[in-house]
């Protein structure tokens, strides 16, 4: 199993961005997916999940303003990011997760995903 992500950079504030995660050596579709995000000196902080029904969910912190979505045929994640602030700078990782996929199901439980990628850098300037 391999993630791996791109599509971070550098915006101003009120820009957009979309970030890409191709899975390999899997079939996306069967796994629970989503994104986390790492801010120097914070915690981890779940952004957004889908899960193998479709559904999906996002932090407070983005609703709104980010949407999760796959595209099943090119085993591919996005994370489209608009109205980006400041407080959004951090590196943005790709994860995958199976049964009982408590990442899609208990709120982002960060502490038995099954696989993550490298991560993609996203810092927003004000």
């Known amino acids: 199993v391999q993630l791996v992500e791109s599509g971070g950079g550098s915006v101003q504030s009120g820009g957009s961005l979309r970030l890409s995660c191709v899975a390999s050596?899997?079939?996306?579709?069967?796994?629970?997916m989503g994104w986390f995000r790492q801010a120097p000196g914070k915690e981890r902080e779940g952004v957004a999940s889908?899960?193998?029904?479709?559904?999906?969910a996002y932090g407070d912190s983005v609703k709104g303003r980010f949407t999760i979505s796959q595209d099943n045929a090119n085993n591919t994640l996005y994370l489209q990011m608009n109205s980006l602030v400041p407080e959004d700078t951090a590196m943005y990782y790709c994860?995958?997760?199976?049964?009982?996929?408590?990442?899609?199901?208990?709120?982002?439980?960060?502490?038995?995903?099954?696989?993550w990628g490298q991560g993609t850098l996203v810092t927003v300037s004000s």
């Open positions: 889908i899960d193998t029904d479709g559904s999906t």
């Open positions: 050596g899997y079939t996306a579709s069967n796994y629970c």
């Open positions: 994860v995958a997760d199976l049964y009982p996929a408590l990442f899609c199901r208990a709120s982002f439980n960060l502490n038995a995903l099954h696989a």
